[in-house]
């Protein structure tokens, strides 16, 4: 986002204005990961955003065994 900013002159108040959008972006994730950060940074010079991206528009489906070792204990004793 930007922001147009005027600073005060003269005991007044600054002048402020709406705020735009730089650019659209699509996220890896949101938030703050633990481990990794967040997912931009401002590259050196401070004249770019590296931004961490899906390169798709359609997220895998996530599977999850519960009572896997049992499953498991049951394909070896066979």
Known sequence: MS???RSA???QAPL???PTALFSSRLYFSGEAPDLGAP???GDGG???LI???SRDV???LTIVLNWSRLLDSM???
């Open 3 to 5: 922001v147009p900013f």
């Open 9 to 11: 002159r003269d005991h």
């Open 16 to 18: 402020i204005g709406a």
């Open 40 to 42: 931009y940074d401002v």
């Open 47 to 49: 004249r770019r955003f």
């Open 52 to 54: 961490l991206e899906t």
């Open 59 to 61: 997220v895998e489906p």
């Open 76 to 78: 070896v004793s066979r």
